[in-house]
């Protein structure tokens, strides 16, 4: 019953993606139902000229008239203009369906980019691009096999059973509606109880595709660990269950048209015997049992291909539903886009006050953090490995919503402001770098897409990439493979700071943003930003104190906590943590120079 109710569900969800405002997709639909009903019309005509064509034929006095003629004509012209018509309708409703597809897969992503990054984080993405791209077909199967297979034989079916009543009287009509609704009853719930497998195999494939594409993403770990004999193990465990699942729903719906075929058997000799006998012992003709057997048989070619349809419609229905539950998921709250919201156009202060978040409960990450960064300041922020520096930079952006605490930005609460208007004024160079895979050029283009070909070049030159670019065969058109593989750890992280750099936003944030380089080129890309850090805000998170030690303020973390607050020289002064970590970065320097 719940499976029911979901199925009705989803159509209900689904069908104003196809019904939409648009004035002309409406008329295109309304054109090509008309279509059906034409095609209908011709299609209950079709036996019955070949009734009157028969009766005149096995006349006595048969002969080639003028009527028969006509009828004969007539009988050809019918079919196909019934074919003809069925082509126009496909022809026809092809181009509102691609279009209502088009807005359906468009809608959802966007949403998809409006969902928290928990979302993200939660599920693999092989699962969620696989769902995508099978609900386009699961949209296509449940529109062309509802919309325009089985309405229209349901309808066709009780205009035929209506003119056997007409012409023979109620039984043969109540032995076609009869005959096709146990076939209705048999097939909806034999179906049902056939796609509990379907359902799963469904389910199974999505997971098999999200773990080959998991692991083509690694591939590089793969290899690095001489892991292959182990992915391909667990590739073909996955596929091995795919198999049995997808072999048992394919088995238990051939046992469902099986049952389909005997139920369309049994009507077949029912019609056609009581058909025969009637023609035999009153004044039935030869032309009225062709009639009779014309529409059974009219009907058994789609009634018996009923079964495959119906398994397609499931099959797309689950396939939507998955994707409908993804298009149901909540949008991040930050990304709400009420009146209220207000827009910045500048930024003139960042506060947390008393700020604590945690990823899980009891996994606190940071507790009661409070800091005021002016704008044309810099912060920076330094601590041990997991003492929660990223994470301020993510609730910047709004990644995620802090359990307790405030964020203030320009003297309003963050959650009040707009999430667009905060990306705009925020640029980031990430601790882990994901890169498109496209040219350096149209990666570093992404920051600015309306940037003029000088700028871009300016930022990478700032970034120390022009003399890496040169070498290079292709030199900006390099592509740089899937999430920047083609190129270093340092390589990416430059393109990274080119990117922001070509943005120009109010505030810079540097997550370990030169971890990966030498320290001649760290050195030199400091240079380069020396006067940006003169007129910009920067909020600088390192390891490498070096490039913090001229911020206005330092903020040392550990376990979540500010421990320890001020500039380099006070703090080295104080003999805390953050002096521990200037020796130890000291000592470090000093061997890498002596290697």
Known sequence: MQDRFNNYKVIKDVFPFLWTKREKIRKLFLVAFGLIFISIGLDLAAPMVLKEIVSKLSSPHKSMTYQLSLLLVAYGIIWMLSQTIQQARQ????????KSIRFFCFKLFDHLHSLPMKFHLDRKTGVITNALERAQQGFTDVFWGLFLFIIP???????????LCYYYGATYGFILLFIAAVFVVFTFYATEWASHFQILSNKQELNTNANIVDSLLNFASVKYFNNKEYELLKCDDHLKKREHLL???????????????FIIGIGLVLLTYTAGKQALSSGFDVSDFVLINGYVLQFAT????????????????????NIMEIYKSKPATSYHTEKSSHSLDKLESIEFENVSFEYEPSHIV???????????????????????????????????????????????????????????????????ITLFNTTIYENVLFARPNAHREEVEEAIELAQLTSVIKRLPCHYDTVVGERGLKLSGGEKQRIAIARVLLKQ?????FDEATSSLDLSTEKIIMRNLTPLLKTSTFLIIAHRLTTVMNADEILVLHRGVIEERGT????????????????????????????
């Open 153 to 163: 034989t349901i309808i066709e079916l009780f205009l035929a059973a209506t003119i």
């Open 91 to 98: 022809i026809i409703m092809v181009r509102p369906l691609e």
């Open 247 to 261: 072999v048992k729903s394919i088995s238990n719906m051939e046992l469902v048209r099986t049952g389909q075929s």
């Open 505 to 509: 936003p109010s505030l810079y944030i």
């Open 568 to 595: 380099h020289l006070s703090l080295l002064k104080e003999q805390g943590i953050y002096a521990s970590l200037w020796k130890a970065h000291e000592e470090t320097y000093k061997e890498s120079n002596a290697a």
């Open 366 to 432: 940071l507790k009661n953090v409070s800091f005021n960064l002016q704008a044309k300041k810099t912060i920076g922020i330094v601590g041990t490995t997991g003492s929660g520096k990223s994470t301020i930079s993510n609730l910047l952006f709004k990644f995620f919503n802090i359990n307790s605490g405030k964020i203030f930005v320009n003297n309003k609460d963050i959650q009040t402001l707009s999430t667009e208007s905060l990306h705009k004024l925020f640029g980031i160079v990430p601790q882990d």
């Open 302 to 321: 789609p009634l018996h291909h009923i079964g495959y349809i119906i398994r397609d419609i499931r099959k797309g229905l689950n396939e939507l539903a």
